[in-house]
């Protein structure tokens, strides 16, 4: 492969922060707000572009690539000229290069190399992986390289590329190719996916999930989709945080895959995120597509730019994170579920079985005003291992690995709902995040350990019958609809949902939790 570097106008390499938000602002990147974090936009990108993912089809790893709309085939030839034309305009440009790593047990870490057209990029990256010491880097070798040309067009007619954004992986030549769009998120997406790849080979889990620990070295995992409440529950004043957002599992325990947070920060506040909230208000942070006005004073409860406004900082920015992100086999995994719908309850403890369903379904709901294009009615997502779009190989390979995991430790299951009680979104209220989290208290400290569970009839879930702190007419949730027939027929409908999206699951999971399956489609 090329250096792109060579020939470049000029190259930056490892800037510390205040020498990247300098070179952002003589470039015009973006502007420093009166808190002191550097405010950028994205342009039409506004989050990941799914759509523009590729996977290189390439004869050593052809047969293990979970082939589909998540990891969409391109040619190799393809892939090599689309990565000589992104050469040959990086050579052109003032680049900033920054060698990082990701993953905190340094048994599983990778090198990573960013080369980008942009310093605010470069920051971003520098926030969001690990940052080795001036001794590590010297002789960096990377064993993954990111070309990344956010003004670059790619071409379908010359690329094979769905548009004129591409984001490609090359497994075999352990290269990533992103153009075409100033997401930022793509960046540190890239290497999820690339992580997803090596460690189950490695005998480690690779998963899509917050964790954090408490005073007596419970680690707790938080898997959940976007919305859900994985950054905000994770970051627990009275629990160290381990990561917001990727991790792996072996057998020496948990450790972040990452040395920064990447929060929505949409309509934030101090009150109910206060170490977040502190977190984006400092020098150092970038705030993506967040509003501002020409004071430099935030709008966070403005959704004018997109809904998916975005802070990357330091995991150390949050005053009682754990560096660096390791900590030991978990003693609770917590599935999140934003269900709109009103009908699961607020928490409950799962079987190993229920648990390998809820895992490979990855479900929640999306409402109106979260994205473009939907309607006023929930719209149930299904997103397996919470995580689909960073799944380079099958999901049966993660599933099996996290019940085998579970087997070995122990670990208690919960899912918790985050979304609506009472009736659907619309009707019903969304479930206070303080009720949330006193009910992952008890979860967590035990205390539900000391109560009767409840089993109920419709989803097969146990359901705690009391729990400090939170009312009783919650617990349950028909019980908190007033209308109980329109209860029983969105659980219906819901039901019916997990059922078809289970059917491609069924010849590769086994008895127990067909067994599941069955229950809950009955």
């Known amino acids: 492969m090329a250096d792109p570097t060579s020939q470049a106008a000029s190259v930056s390499r490892n800037l510390p922060p205040p020498r990247l938000v300098e070179a952002a602002l003589a470039a015009g990147e973006g502007r420093l707000a009166a808190c002191g974090a550097l405010v950028c936009g994205t342009g039409e990108h506004t989050g990941r572009s799914v759509e523009d993912k590729f996977v290189v089809d390439e004869p050593a790893t052809r047969d293990k690539v979970w082939w589909g709309k998540v990891n969409r085939p391109l040619e190799a030839g393809k892939f090599a000229l689309l990565r000589a034309r992104v050469e040959a305009y990086l050579s052109g440009q003032r680049l900033h290069v920054?060698?990082?790593?990701?993953?905190?047990?340094?048994?599983?870490?990778?090198?990573?190399?960013?080369?980008?057209?942009?310093?605010?990029?470069?920051?971003?990256?520098r926030n969001m992986f690990i940052r080795p010491e001036a001794a590590e880097l010297e002789g960096f070798t990377p064993d993954w390289t990111i070309?990344?040309?956010?003004?670059?067009?790619?071409?379908?007619?010359?690329?094979?590329?769905?548009?004129?954004?591409?984001?490609?992986?090359?497994?075999?030549?352990?290269?990533?190719?992103?153009?075409?769009?100033?997401?930022?998120?793509?960046?540190?997406?890239?290497?999820?996916t690339v992580m997803n790849w090596l460690l189950p080979e490695r005998g480690v889990l690779p998963m899509h999930c917050s964790a954090n620990v408490g005073p007596e070295g419970d680690v707790a995992l938080f898997f959940g989709l976007s919305g859900t409440g994985k950054t905000t529950?994770?970051?627990?004043?009275?629990?160290?945080?381990?990561?917001?957002?990727?991790?792996?599992?072996?057998?020496?325990?948990?450790?972040?895959?990452?040395?920064?947070c990447y929060a929505k920060v949409i309509r934030l506040s101090a009150e109910a995120e206060p170490d977040i909230f502190a977190a984006t208000h400092r020098f150092g942070t970038v705030l993506e597509n967040v509003v501002m006005d020409e004071a430099g004073l935030l709008d966070l409860d403005s959704a004018a730019?997109?809904?998916?406004?975005?802070?990357?900082?330091?995991?150390?920015?949050?005053?009682?994170?754990?560096?660096?992100?390791?900590?030991?086999?978990p003693r609770n995994v917590v599935m999140l579920t934003a269900d709109a719908f009103g009908v699961l309850p607020p928490i409950s403890l799962l079987s190993p079985a229920q648990a390998m369903y809820h895992f490979l379904s990855g479900y929640t709901a999306r409402v109106a005003g979260t994205e473009k294009g939907l309607s006023r009615e929930p719209q149930a997502t299904f997103s397996t291992c919470f995580g689909a779009p960073f799944l380079p190989r099958r999901p049966e390979?993660?599933?099996?690995?996290?019940?085998?995991?579970?087997?070995?430790?122990?670990?208690?299951?919960?899912?918790?709902?985050?979304?609506?009680?009472g009736g659907a979104f619309g009707v019903g209220q969304r479930i206070g995040i303080g009720h949330t989290r006193a009910l992952l208290a008890a979860a967590l400290g035990g205390a539900l350990d000391q109560v009767e569970m409840v089993r109920d009839p419709r989803f097969g879930l146990r359901l705690p019958?009391?729990?400090?702190?939170?009312?009783?007419?919650?617990?349950?949730?028909?019980?908190?609809?007033?209308?109980?027939?329109?209860?029983?027929?969105?659980?219906?409908?819901?039901?019916?949902?997990?059922?078809?999206?289970?059917?491609?699951?069924?010849?590769?999971?086994?008895?127990d939790v067909r067994e599941v399956a069955l229950k809950t489609a009955a």
């Open 397 to 421: 390979v993660y599933g099996r690995m996290l019940a085998e995991r579970i087997g070995a430790t122990g670990a208690r299951c919960w899912l918790v709902n985050t979304g609506w009680t």
């Open 98 to 125: 920054q060698d990082l790593f990701a993953g905190a047990d340094a048994c599983q870490r990778i090198r990573v190399r960013l080369v980008t057209t942009d310093a605010w990029h470069a920051l971003f990256a």
């Open 465 to 511: 019958s009391t729990c400090p702190g939170v009312p009783a007419s919650l617990l349950d949730p028909r019980a908190a609809w007033a209308d109980k027939a329109a209860y029983d027929a969105a659980a219906r409908g819901l039901l019916a949902r997990f059922e078809k999206n289970f059917e491609q699951f069924h010849g590769v999971v086994g008895g």
């Open 147 to 192: 070309l990344h040309a956010p003004r670059f067009r790619a071409d379908p007619a010359i690329d094979a590329t769905r548009s004129d954004c591409a984001i490609v992986l090359s497994l075999a030549t352990r290269t990533i190719v992103i153009c075409g769009t100033s997401y930022a998120g793509e960046i540190k997406k890239s290497i999820f």
């Open 305 to 329: 730019l997109t809904e998916n406004t975005r802070a990357c900082y330091p995991i150390d920015f949050i005053r009682n994170a754990r560096v660096p992100g390791t900590g030991g086999q």
């Open 233 to 260: 529950l994770s970051s627990d004043p009275a629990r160290a945080l381990i990561g917001d957002d990727e991790h792996g599992w072996s057998d020496h325990g948990v450790f972040n895959f990452e040395g920064g």
